[in-house]
């Protein structure tokens, strides 16, 4: 666009030398005026404007060729990244549809498992069969949680932060060149109401997305971090990767927009998946420093363990 608009002022400059436009504010400068004096002098005064003509003609047309073409180019390259955003999002719900029946199906054996357990429990009075049991009843019941709340978006469970640290943990934490840290300051028995698997995805999203930011560094680092103040509990993810400019932060929620060589549907699933719980999304980001996104559960969606409501 800068060469659009250079062209265009090259153009209008010409417009400067051409004798006949002076009375209407043209080529007031002394060097314009100089020109067009000593054209005139010499009967050269015709020749000037045809050529003066021509020349601003030749800039501002190619000017508005090149802007045509820009424009033409900007529109393939939008629709080639909402094609590939749309493929990509269509491969993910057929994959989700798939991976729901296949949880739906576990539905079967877990209750299964939890009426055989049952009868044990019932047939056998000997105490360490019973610890046994009462222990394979408490898998059995997380384990059908996870499935329902893989299966139901609205499907919201009291979680502490220690459970979902540790979950995050062992979904996400295991080979990678990065270095994860933690500063772990909210109280780790503190509960916030959510749908674990869904919020565990956006969170490892968010850490996936600063991996990429610090990818190649020396010293590159990602921490975790948990606060706590009167508002309610913080989660960041902060990264000592270049950071984010102003002018990528308002577009970054957008599905398929990313910094990167392939588009992005990651942050806008992060916001929906925060906004679902009544949570917000922040963002900090300075250029040469790194990014931490904030994911804010307010007072109402916590809860210390034990507290009666």
């Given at each position: 666009?800068?060469?659009?608009?250079?062209?265009?002022?090259?153009?209008?400059?010409?417009?400067?030398?051409?004798?006949?436009?002076?009375?209407?504010?043209?080529?007031?400068?002394?060097?314009?005026?100089?020109?067009?004096?000593?054209?005139?002098?010499?009967?050269?005064?015709?020749?000037?404007?045809?050529?003066?003509?021509?020349?601003?003609?030749?800039?501002?047309?190619?000017?508005?060729?090149?802007?045509?073409?820009?424009?033409?180019?900007?529109?393939?390259?939008?629709?080639?990244?909402?094609?590939?955003?749309?493929?990509?999002?269509?491969?993910?719900?057929?994959?989700?549809?798939?991976?729901?029946?296949?949880?739906?199906?576990?539905?079967?054996?877990?209750?299964?498992?939890?009426?055989?357990?049952?009868?044990?429990?019932?047939?056998?009075?000997?105490?360490?069969?019973?610890?046994?049991?009462?222990?394979?009843?408490?898998?059995?019941?997380?384990?059908?949680?996870?499935?329902?709340?893989?299966?139901?978006?609205?499907?919201?469970?009291?979680?502490?932060?220690?459970?979902?640290?540790?979950?995050?943990?062992?979904?996400?934490?295991?080979?990678?060149?990065?270095?994860?840290?933690?500063?772990?300051?909210?109280?780790?028995?503190?509960?916030?109401?959510?749908?674990?698997?869904?919020?565990?995805?956006?969170?490892?999203?968010?850490?996936?997305?600063?991996?990429?930011?610090?990818?190649?560094?020396?010293?590159?680092?990602?921490?975790?971090?948990?606060?706590?103040?009167?508002?309610?509990?913080?989660?960041?993810?902060?990264?000592?990767?270049?950071?984010?400019?102003?002018?990528?932060?308002?577009?970054?929620?957008?599905?398929?927009?990313?910094?990167?060589?392939?588009?992005?549907?990651?942050?806008?699933?992060?916001?929906?998946?925060?906004?679902?719980?009544?949570?917000?999304?922040?963002?900090?980001?300075?250029?040469?420093?790194?990014?931490?996104?904030?994911?804010?559960?307010?007072?109402?969606?916590?809860?210390?363990?034990?507290?009666?409501h």
């Amino acid at each position: 666009m800068s060469f659009v608009f250079s062209q265009l002022l090259f153009g209008y400059q010409w417009l400067d030398i051409v004798p006949v436009l002076t009375p209407y504010g043209f080529g007031g400068g002394e060097i314009s005026t100089f020109i067009k004096a000593t054209a005139v002098a010499i009967g050269f005064d015709q020749t000037l404007t045809v050529y003066s003509l021509l020349f601003s003609a030749v800039f501002i047309v190619h000017a508005l060729v090149f802007a045509v073409y820009l424009t033409v180019v900007e529109q393939k390259w939008k629709i080639r990244k909402d094609l590939e955003s749309a493929r990509l999002e269509m491969v993910e719900a057929r994959s989700g549809r798939e991976a729901l029946h296949l949880v739906h199906d576990l539905k079967t054996p877990l209750s299964l498992m939890e009426g055989l357990n049952s009868l044990i429990q019932m047939k056998s009075p000997d105490p360490d069969i019973q610890t046994y049991t009462s222990k394979i009843s408490d898998s059995i019941r997380a384990t059908s949680d996870m499935v329902s709340e893989i299966l139901y978006d609205e499907k919201k469970n009291w979680c502490s932060l220690h459970t979902l640290v540790e979950y995050v943990r062992q979904n996400k934490l295991s080979e990678s060149s990065t270095i994860y840290q933690f500063d772990l300051q909210a109280p780790q028995d503190v509960e916030i109401y959510i749908n674990k698997i869904r919020m565990t995805r956006a969170i490892v999203n968010l850490i996936d997305n600063a991996g990429d930011a610090v990818e190649g560094q020396k010293d590159a680092q990602v921490l975790i971090r948990t606060e706590n103040d009167p508002s309610g509990i913080w989660i960041g993810i902060e990264d000592n990767g270049p950071g984010i400019s102003n002018r990528d932060i308002q577009k970054i929620w957008n599905a398929g927009f990313s910094t990167k060589n392939h588009p992005g549907v990651g942050l806008s699933f992060v916001k929906n998946v925060i906004d679902e719980h009544g949570a917000m999304l922040d963002i900090e980001s300075e250029t040469g420093i790194g990014t931490t996104f904030w994911i804010h559960f307010p007072k109402e969606r916590t809860r210390h363990e034990h507290t009666d409501h």
